[in-house]
Nanobody, 119 residues
Framework: VQLVESGGGLVQPGGSPRLSCAASGTIFSIYAMTWYRQAPGKQRELVATITRSGGTDYGTSVRGRFTISRDNAENTVYLQMNGLKPEDTAVYYC??????????????WGRGTQVTVSS
C-alpha cells in the first residue's frame, strides 16, 4: 500500500491550492484519512481529519480556511487550502488507517509534499 501526495509547491500569500493524496495497493477499506504538517524546527501537527462517513475535524490554526474531503471510490483524500499565510509553510503529510486484504488494519504515511507560502 502506498499513499502519494500531490499539489504542493510555491504559493503566494492568500493563495488557494488543493492537495491530493491517493492510496493504492491491495486495499479492502480505508477508515480515517488525515493531513498533518511539519514546519522546520517544529513538531508535526494535525491539520485535518475525515472519517469514512465524512465526519471532519480541524486543527485550530486552519479551521475556517482549510477543507478536507474524500472520494471513497477513488481512495483519495483532498485538502482545499484557502487564504494561505506564510506560517502555513510546511511539509504536508497524508496519513490513513487502511484495512488490507489480510483483514489487518495498518496505519500508513505518505512521503509528504512541500507547501511554501511566499511572495
Amino acid at each position: 500500500v502506498q499513499l502519494v501526495e500531490s499539489g504542493g509547491g510555491l504559493v503566494q500569500p492568500g493563495g488557494s491550492p488543493r492537495l491530493s493524496c491517493a492510496a493504492s495497493g491491495t486495499i479492502f477499506s480505508i477508515y480515517a484519512m488525515t493531513w498533518y504538517r511539519q514546519a522546520p524546527g517544529k513538531q508535526r501537527e494535525l491539520v485535518a481529519t475525515i472519517t469514512r462517513s465524512g465526519g471532519t475535524d480541524y486543527g485550530t490554526s486552519v479551521r475556517g480556511r482549510f477543507t478536507i474531503s474524500r472520494d471513497n471510490a477513488e481512495n483519495t483524500v483532498y485538502l482545499q487550502m484557502n487564504g494561505l499565510k506564510p506560517e502555513d509553510t510546511a511539509v504536508y503529510y497524508c496519513n490513513a488507517d487502511i484495512r488490507v486484504l489480510s483483514a489487518a488494519t495498518v496505519n500508513y504515511w505518505g512521503r509528504g509534499t512541500q507547501v511554501t507560502v511566499s511572495s
